[in-house]
């Protein structure tokens, strides 16, 4: 971690902030580049970093400064307890989405405990994050998941493989490779941000087709709430993320469906995120 000369942590870190580069990312981003924890970081201003290290912690640096989310730096992101492998195929996940997994294990744990075992999708899987985590946190449930990007799925089986966790994956758009199942509960984080919406510039570095779809950001709602009825058990639930002005466009689609006993609950940020309701 040291050498003969150079640039010092205390040194990396100045000028990784003189970038505009958050103290807490410039610490994970050095302590990625000496394959340290950040503890080890916080208690050594004086140790010399190596020319390698220098270079690859200054060159990971300039891209977080440039917008590039530091868990593409760093090639991982925490879960809903869960540490996943993520790249630029798929999308960041977010502490926000951890309350579609908590509502889906609220239903596997209560009103659909008589399913055994219950069946459970996940539309739009990305890295797997929903899967996993409800996998992980509900072994007997028999998870299979879905996502149009091959390059995707392929971060999500690396990281079920990763993890021991058995989660059944399908190369698919919507419910094409799902034509004939049935489930007790559907799940879905869908791209649900309008085209052309100003917060995209920040999400430059995130996969565009997971994040926006037409129709005012409702197209791929749509187009799983068409599909949710019949691929759903009687009494089973579909659960939705969405933006948080959606809930109201949200819930027409789910009348329209015949879908019943819609609920919206919201995130951290007590924005309404996530509605669901049942068959």
Known sequence: MTGPGGLTVAAALANAKAMGVARLDAQLLLAHA??????????????LLSPSAAAAFTAHAGRRAAGEPLAYLVGEKEFHGL???????????R???EGLVDWALE???????????????DLGTGSGAIALAVKHAHPSAQVAALDASAEALAVAAANAGRLGLHVEFHHSHWWEAVARRHFHLL???????????????????????????????????????AGAAGHL???GWLLLEHGHDQAEDVHALLRRHGLRDAQTRV?????????????
């Open 95 to 97: 502490p926000e989405t």
């Open 34 to 47: 000496l394959r340290c924890d950040r503890t080890w970081v916080l208690a050594h201003d004086d140790a």
């Open 187 to 225: 799940l879905s984080n869908p791209p649900y941000i309008r085209p052309g919406d100003p917060h995209l510039a920040a999400l430059q570095h995130e996969p565009q087709l997971a994040l926006t779809a037409g129709s005012g950001g409702l197209a791929a709602l749509q187009a799983i709430v």
């Open 233 to 235: 058990e009687g009494g």
């Open 107 to 121: 239903l596997l744990n209560g009103e659909l405990a008589h399913a055994a075992p219950a069946r459970v999708l």
């Open 83 to 93: 540490t996943l492998t993520v790249n630029a195929h798929v999308l960041v996940p």
């Open 267 to 279: 995130d951290l940020a007590g924005l309404p995120r996530c509605t669901g309701a049942r068959r």
